[in-house]
């Protein structure tokens, strides 16, 4: 067999395609693997360039090939689709990782540990149990409107209706709509103290290290946010800049320009999500108090002369994202900045 340099491994739950090609371009190994020889395999191999797509459990296996002394790459899906020839298999995929992994220009996704994986699990099972406690509001308060029982927004509200239904003796919810309405009540208690546990969790993670108590200086940046960002971004300096961090995250405008003329869009929404989401609720809150007291925050009072509230929020998620990445780089602390 060639001596491999360069092999694109398309992963799958137990199915794994390999794609080799040797120092001269020709393929050396086209191969498909179970699950189970997947490491036997490596470990007989030299060590050599080994192209990944990043998606499921693609860092667990970057990880372990890494082990082996191979050296791994990680590329998004989107990143690998031009190098695809006709149709799509599992065989295709391998060799258009393959082919792509080689590329002088290619963007790679940082491999994350496991400590970091273990922490947005936290963060992934927080967001599933709000989601959880909302929809058993709004049902709690869907029901109770369909009788004629509203309440204020927020949880003191629902604790009124709440106390509707836990009080027999009210007649104003039938019997058998109760029984069911105290099923979902019961689910209330158990929902709101796993997340208060998740929270805790949550917090303990920021203040942990000193990277998350620097970025907690940020207006804008609570202890979630904080979290989710050294867990998401294991190494700032792998992007060139902050506005390459924002670009990421996906706060930057759609570009279709052409022809030398310049067309800006919305925010692409690309990138992470989760963080995009953070960034964007806690530019919001600095945005409230910015109303009130608008002194120290000048910049952020004129572009609400001139935009929205949701134009401005996203525009301050933005600038907070460059100012994470500037700090998380240069190790210094936020500074509030002076006034003209």
């Known amino acids: ?5 360069t092999i694109g491994m398309d992963i799958a739950k137990s199915v794994f395609q390999v794609h080799g090609v040797n120092a001269e371009g020709t393929v050396a190994i086209r191969q498909r693997l179970t699950r189970a020889r ?14 990944i797509e990043a998606c499921g459990s693609a860092h667990y296996w970057g990880r372990e090939l890494s082990r082996l002394g191979h050296k791994v790459r990680l590329i998004a899906p989107s990143y690998v689709k031009p190098y695809l020839k006709r149709q799509k298999n599992d065989a295709a995929d391998a060799e258009a990782i393959c082919e792509a992994v080689t590329r002088p220009n290619m963007r790679f996704v940082p491999m994350k540990s496991s400590e970091q994986q273990s ?50 003796g009210d007649a104003r919810v039938p019997n058998e709509a109760r029984a069911c309405l105290l099923m979902l009540v019961e689910q209330l208690g158990p929902i709101n103290a796993q997340i208060l546990e998740s929270d805790r969790r949550i917090i303990a993670s920021a203040r942990s290290t000193e990277v998350g108590q620097r970025l907690m200086g940020i207006p804008g940046v609570g202890p979630v946010l904080a979290s989710a960002l050294v867990a998401t971004i294991g190494d700032p300096k792998s992007f060139v800049s902050g506005r390459n961090l924002a670009a ?43 109303v009130r007291n608008g002194a120290r925050r000048p910049w952020l009072v004129q572009l609400l002369a001139r935009r929205t509230p949701k134009v401005a929020a996203v525009a301050l998620a ?22 003209a």
């Open 248 to 290: 990421w995250i996906g706060l930057v405008p759609r570009q279709n320009s052409s022809g030398g003329k310049e067309r800006l869009g919305s925010i692409t929404k690309q990138g992470d999500r989760y963080l995009r989401q953070l960034l964007v609720v806690g530019a919001l809150a600095v945005i409230r108090y910015a």
């Open 1 to 5: 067999m060639d001596q491999v340099v």
């Open 38 to 51: 997947v490491l036997g395999f490596f470990a007989k191999l030299a060590p050599c360039l080994v192209g």
């Open 318 to 339: 933005n600038k907070n994202a460059r100012m994470a990445w500037a700090i998380m780089t240069s190790g210094e602390r936020y500074r509030e900045p002076l006034a």
């Open 119 to 168: 922490i947005m699990v936290m963060h992934r099972t927080r967001s599933i149990l709000v989601r959880q406690r909302t929809q058993l509001s709004n049902a709690i308060r869907g029901h109770m409107f369909e009788f004629g029982l509203t309440a204020a927004v927020g949880r003191n509200g629902l604790q009124t209706l709440i106390k509707v239904i836990t009080d027999p």
